[in-house]
């Protein structure tokens, strides 16, 4: 079986920097991929980690560490459009194909 | 073109209805998939299809029927749904299954059983 830990909400103020953790138990893993949904809307990909270390888009930095089952999502200068749920979704988890979504973090950007 | 259409974006059906669902991409993508996605909930994945083959149903009852006609289209026919099937349900495509990292989702369609 497998099973994907992450914070259910997390609030901060515009400006700051929101760390979302992922600490994931499965039978095979791939990787680590992350999704932005805002309310009413489509998930949208934000970046996957193939490989121990930081990845940097932008504003958003991915983290994973293999060997501790644990990855994160850095969300930095947060801005009032950040305001969505974080989704951390390891493919290929139990199959060759499937992306196995995580429960979700609501962030709440306050002015 | 990165753009995932579904249509309808909102349907409402009664038990006894049969409808439709339907995706169109047009990126190229081989592999297509369906979620349900419950509010408050992450999106569930219902069926993967790969190279318009279907290569995984996550124990779907048959009242939900997957289609894909070709390499950019994909249906989902409804019938004899029940109310607890009301949610929302997008369809996403990427490049290729074993590239199911990176999908691409459509913006849903809200379905409501009355």
């Known amino acids: 079986g497998q099973s994907l830990e992450q914070p259910s909400e997390v609030t901060a103020v515009e400006g700051a920097i929101v760390q979302i953790n992922c600490t994931y138990q499965?039978?095979?893993?791939?990787?680590l991929s992350w999704y932005q949904q805002h309310d009413g809307g489509a998930p949208t990909f934000l970046s996957y980690?193939?490989?121990?270390g930081l990845e940097e888009t932008g504003r958003f930095s991915s983290f994973l560490s293999r060997s501790d089952s644990y990855g994160y999502l850095l969300l930095q200068e947060l801005q009032m459009k950040d305001s969505a749920s974080y989704f951390c979704a390891p493919p290929g988890a139990d199959s060759w194909g499937k992306l196995q979504f995580g429960a979700g973090t609501q962030v709440v950007v306050t002015p | 073109d990165t753009e995932v259409t579904q249509t309808p974006k909102h349907l409402v059906m009664g038990m006894t209805n049969k409808k439709s669902l339907k995706c169109e991409q047009h990126m190229g993508h081989r592999a297509m998939y369906w979620y349900k996605q419950k509010a408050k909930k992450p999106p569930e994945l219902m069926f993967v299809y790969s190279y318009e083959k279907l290569s995984i149903n996550e124990s779907v009852p048959s009242r939900f029927s997957p289609e894909c006609p070709n390499s950019s289209l994909l249906n989902l026919h409804l019938h004899a749904l029940q109310p607890e099937d009301s949610a929302l349900y997008l369809c996403?495509?990427?490049?290729?299954?074993?590239?199911?990292?990176?999908?691409?989702f459509g913006p849903g369609t809200r379905l409501t059983v009355t």
């Open positions: 499965t039978s095979g893993f791939y990787g």
């Open positions: 980690n193939a490989l121990d």
């Open positions: 996403a495509s990427s490049q290729e299954s074993p590239n199911s990292y990176e999908q691409y």
